[in-house]
């Protein structure tokens, strides 16, 4: 069974990055969010998104419009019904997500592959819910989608190689470089990187620096393409917030602990570069720290 239609749940940051990368792939797309505004951001976030692939000439107009029609919009859960691949980017919520793909299960035919882009849950976690456990893995990818070269491919007990290897061969349409990541909260990445990110508001709480002084440090010392803090802006306080809880909750080791000045950030409805401002303010031509 070759993978030919894809849905993908969620429009938000990665939703809209995943359907954009599958798009221009060459895979019809079909992308379902809860209310036809934020449709309407989704589409406005992959448009962009084109827009600049084709300033740095990575596509040409006739590629993006290609893209374009093959992508759709929906509301409704029941749509994806005739998708090969289903790849789930709605909020970092257990619950939520388990609730969306036994839902899925009961809509699907046998062969639909659904995948989690979780960053912190286990995938057990969502397969054990679902009929088809055998069909169910992660594929987890990494903002921005269309720029980062990654994917991490999640197989759990129940995973059959036949679905990991018609992921894999999707990976591979895509561009992207696969990585075997065993299922625990965290797989790789996230597992060093989230302490990392965590380190820097503590360091930041403690005064170590500023937090232009410590985004500056990791960027021009160790070569990073972004300081710390401006990831956790890129990914969004609110994401890490919940991957930093989920994380805590698993393995109690203090390194995950989500520090107080991220939950106040947070509290503050400051999720990031998403909405504008996070632990800095977007609206003008470059970064400005806000009051922490
Ligand atoms: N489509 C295709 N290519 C694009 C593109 C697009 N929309 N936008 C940029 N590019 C390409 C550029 O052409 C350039 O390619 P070359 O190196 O071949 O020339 C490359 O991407 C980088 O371009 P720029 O530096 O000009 O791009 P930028 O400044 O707009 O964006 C960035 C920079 C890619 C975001 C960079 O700052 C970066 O890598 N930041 C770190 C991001 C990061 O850490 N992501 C991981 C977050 S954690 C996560 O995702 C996991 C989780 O679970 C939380
Ligand atoms: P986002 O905030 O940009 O988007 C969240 C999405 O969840 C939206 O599509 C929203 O409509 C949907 N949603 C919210 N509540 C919902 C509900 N009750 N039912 C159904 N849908 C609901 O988030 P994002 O950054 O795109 O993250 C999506 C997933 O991808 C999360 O699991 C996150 O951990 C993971 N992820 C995020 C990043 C990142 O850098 N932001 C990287 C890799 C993986």
Do not use: W
């Not at 893995?137 to 070269?149: E, R, T, Y």
């Amino acid at each position: 069974m070759t993978v030919r239609k894809v849905g993908v749940v969620g429009c938000g940051l990665m939703g809209s990055g995943i359907a954009e990368a599958a798009a221009r792939a060459g895979y019809d797309v079909l992308v379902r969010e809860v209310s036809e505004e934020l449709i309407g951001q989704g589409k406005q976030r992959i448009a962009q998104s084109m827009e600049k692939a084709i300033e740095r000439e990575k596509m040409t107009s006739a590629e993006r419009d290609l893209a374009v029609e093959r992508l759709s919009y929906t509301t409704k859960v029941s749509e994806l019904v005739d998708r090969d691949l289903i790849i789930e980017a709605v909020v970092e919520d257990l619950e939520v997500k388990r609730k969306l793909f036994v839902e899925l299960d009961g809509l699907c035919p046998e062969h639909t592959i659904f995948a989690s882009n979780t960053s912190s849950l286990a995938i057990t976690d969502m397969a054990a819910a679902v009929k088809r456990p055998d069909r169910f893995l992660g594929l987890h990818f990494f903002n921005p989608v269309p720029v980062m070269k990654l994917v991490e491919v999640v197989r759990t007990i129940a995973t059959s190689e036949k679905t990991v290897s018609e992921a894999l061969d999707f990976a591979r349409r895509l561009g992207k470089e696969a990585v075997a990541a065993k299922d625990q909260a965290g797989f790789i990445v996230n597992l060093l990187l989230v302490p990392y990110m965590l380190d820097a508001v503590r360091q930041l709480e403690r005064g170590a620096a500023s937090m232009e002084d410590l985004d500056k440090a990791m960027v021009l010392g160790c070569g990073y393409p972004m300081g710390p803090i401006a990831v956790i802006d890129f990914v969004g306080t609110d994401t890490a917030l919940r991957i930093a809880e989920i994380l805590y909750d698993e393995y109690r080791e203090p390194k995950y602990a989500p520090p107080p000045l991220l939950r106040r950030i947070v509290a503050m409805g400051r999720y990031g570069r998403k909405v504008g401002r996070g632990f800095y303010d977007y609206s003008g031509e470059v970064p400005v720290p806000l009051p922490v």
